[in-house]
């Protein structure tokens, strides 16, 4: 059977939700019914689904204390919406990936590296491993594939993968991995589909800006450098991800707020960023919203497009100069504000917005007189993941 005519049911696993998406057999992809499942061990856990040509979504109240929980109903649902009978295969985003560089067929030989890494990645790791098994234990035959979100910074020179620590730890795996890898892949594929010739034979930033944030240096196709390192907190400040931090901070909180490295990590990653300096909330809606009557909103929008400017003009510097920039993300695809803001002051790289075009969120929002090309493309993960899966059980 030909990978085209299976449908493929993307999975997309994070911290506390689990997105899914539904392709049918065919061509082209094309989603079908998809949905999240939110607050994962949080009170309020909902699943939240829409079917193709609906215009409005469906919610429904459930209990899930944790990701195996969730998986269980959430697999139970699927099946009582017939999907297992469409879905020839599942395709399932993995944050970190090590040296892996494609996306691989699920075996027990990869879920025991799986689980060896692990530790690199405790937030994320564990819960993708427990979905794996999950489906697998209700669908033993399915084809299961991962796709790591690291794969796409493989191509990084050795320049931009090392950190300045001592050299062992390189070969126990510490350096600069980098994320959002599937998020990057679609939008050099939307590139080439655009025909922007950036794509192929260029100088590229995608500057993907969500709850996490990050952006990638691309050139000729290839990603050369990219603000996350080791983990996703390094970086650009995020929702609630403190983004790159003095590492002496850690031990000063240690001793003067006998602060444990648990604790620690839970606050860089879960109440810093734009929530611990607005002192409000992590949504940068909220905080547009409020910055005029609030200073501590107003500072922390200021914060993250300063450090957005900042990485811009880094990569900018790293790959010779600019062709085009991209915009993806919750906040890229939708914050003209934030977007205007990021881009002031660069002039002189040749970045200039069109007001007009940007208040519209248009898929092109740089001046026509205006050397590097901007744009706005609203990033699919989940259709990566069924394009990357198709790919896999063609070979």
Avoid at 191 to 211: E, M, Q, S, W, Y
Wanted: hydrophobic share 40%; glycine share 10%.
């Amino acid at each position: 059977m030909k990978a085209a005519d299976q449908g493929v049911l993307s999975i997309n696993g994070g911290s506390s939700s689990i997105k899914f998406a539904l392709y049918p057999a065919g061509e082209p992809l094309t989603r079908g019914l998809h949905g999240t499942v939110d607050r994962i061990g949080l009170n309020g856990t909902d699943l939240t689904f829409q079917s193709p040509g609906v215009r409005e979504k469906n919610s429904l109240s459930i209990a899930a204390p944790d990701h195996k929980s969730a998986a269980a109903f959430l697999i139970h649902w699927l099946d009582e919406q017939k999907v297992f009978e469409s879905a020839g295969a599942v395709g399932h985003r993995v944050v970190q990936g090590m040296q892996h560089s494609a996306p691989e067929l699920v075996t027990e030989k990869l879920l025991d590296e799986l689980r060896a890494f692990s530790p690199y990645d405790p937030e994320h790791l564990p819960s993708e491993i427990e979905l794996i098994e999950a489906f697998h234990q209700c669908r033993p035959k399915l084809p299961q594939v991962v796709c790591f979100d690291t794969a796409f910074h493989r191509t990084m020179p050795r320049v931009a993968r090392m950190l300045p620590i001592p050299r062992r730890y390189e070969a126990k795996g510490v350096q600069r991995y980098g994320f959002h890898g599937l998020s990057y892949a679609y939008l050099m594929e939307e590139l080439t589909r655009l025909g922007d010739p950036a794509a192929k034979a260029g100088r590229v930033i995608l500057a993907h800006l969500g709850n996490g944030a990050s952006m990638a240096a691309v050139r000729d196709g290839r990603s050369i450098d990219t603000s996350m390192s080791f983990t996703p907190t390094s970086g650009l400040v995020m929702s609630t991800r403190s983004g790159d931090l003095d590492p002496s901070l850690g031990p000063y909180l240690a001793r003067t707020e006998q602060m444990s490295p648990q604790q620690f990590f839970e606050m860089v990653n879960h109440e810093s960023g734009l929530r611990g300096v607005s002192e409000i909330g992590s949504d940068m809606r909220d905080l547009l919203a409020a910055e005029a009557h609030d200073v501590r909103a107003a500072e922390a929008v200021a914060l993250f497009c300063y450090q957005a400017k900042k990485w811009i003009g880094g990569f900018a510097a790293a790959l010779g100069g600019l062709d085009t920039l991209v915009f993806a993300g919750g906040i890229g695809e939708n914050a003209p504000a934030v977007r205007a803001r990021v881009c002031d002051g660069l002039g002189f790289l040749g970045i200039e917005i069109d007001d007009s075009r940007n208040a519209a969120s248009a898929g092109v929002i740089s001046t026509d007189a205006g050397r590097v090309r901007i744009r706005v493309i609203r990033t699919d993960e989940e259709l990566m993941l069924a394009r990357s899966v198709r790919r896999v059980l063609e070979t």
